[in-house]
């Protein structure tokens, strides 16, 4: 069983700090890395993708993939009220349920920005 | 240019009745994908279809549930013998090809089975 997880939260930060976000990934194998912003009744939207170890950074937001400790997390820099969602961890990897990779999803960490 | 669109946007049925439901991708994109997500919960593959190759129907739930593609385009999911537990809002995804990274959602279908 391939296995995405977070923490459900919800992760209350006041606005202005950094909020973190963590996702662990069972499958050794797993080759790239995403995180979906989805507001509350709306459909996800890709924010960050990652497939080396290490950082990557796209404005605000920052994208950390450690393979060796499967796990992947994404900090979001000076929070604003407005990045209030659910964040969505997905993993693509090979061999799952015989496709040659599909993307497995956690179930999302909500995150709350206090104005 | 047009995003991925989906209809209804919201179904309501009685249990046991057979639903469709509709997905119109992004012009031009050869993968599609479907999902459902349950309240609270993350998304669930169900299935998925690129270009002209046999569709990978591995996350179907069951055999009540079935999806075909037309043309390369639209796709129809249908559900028979709806259930309660089918209750959810149902994804569709598209992506210009089976290795591209960013799939782009469309609004979702609400499916409510009574």
């Known amino acids: 069983q391939k296995e995405v997880e977070q923490n459900s939260g919800p992760l209350s930060v006041p606005e202005g700090a950094i909020a973190s976000l963590n996702c662990t990934y069972s499958?050794?194998?797993?080759?790239?890395f995403f995180w979906y912003r989805q507001y509350s009744g709306k459909s996800p939207e890709l924010i960050m993708f990652?497939?080396?170890?290490g950082d990557k950074e796209d404005g605000r937001f920052t994208a950390q993939l450690n393979k060796a400790s499967q796990y992947v997390s994404l900090l979001i820099r000076d929070s604003q009220p407005s990045d209030s969602a659910t964040y969505l961890c997905?993993?693509?990897?090979?061999?799952?349920?015989?496709?040659?990779?599909?993307?497995?999803f956690g179930k999302g960490t909500k995150l709350s920005v206090k104005p | 240019g047009a995003g991925v669109s989906q209809s209804p946007s919201n179904k309501v049925t009685e249990k046991g009745k057979d639903v469709e439901l509709r997905c119109d991708p992004i012009?031009?994109?050869?993968?599609l994908y479907w999902y459902r997500q349950s309240l609270g919960q993350g998304l669930e593959f169900l299935i998925y279809?690129?270009?002209?190759?046999?569709?990978?129907k591995s996350g179907l739930p069951s055999d009540r549930f079935s999806a075909e593609r037309t043309g390369g385009s639209v796709s129809t999911l249908t559900i028979q013998r709806t259930q309660q537990e089918d209750s959810a809002v149902y994804l569709c995804?598209?992506?210009?090809?089976?290795?591209?990274?960013?799939?782009?959602f469309g609004p979702g279908t609400r499916l409510t089975v009574t």
């Open positions: 997905a993993v693509k990897t090979l061999n799952y349920g015989g496709s040659q990779g599909n993307l497995i």
């Open positions: 012009s031009g994109h050869t993968a």
């Open positions: 499958d050794r194998g797993s080759q790239s």
């Open positions: 990652i497939y080396s170890n």
């Open positions: 279809f690129q270009g002209n190759s046999a569709p990978d």
């Open positions: 995804a598209s992506s210009s090809d089976r290795n591209s990274y960013e799939q782009y």
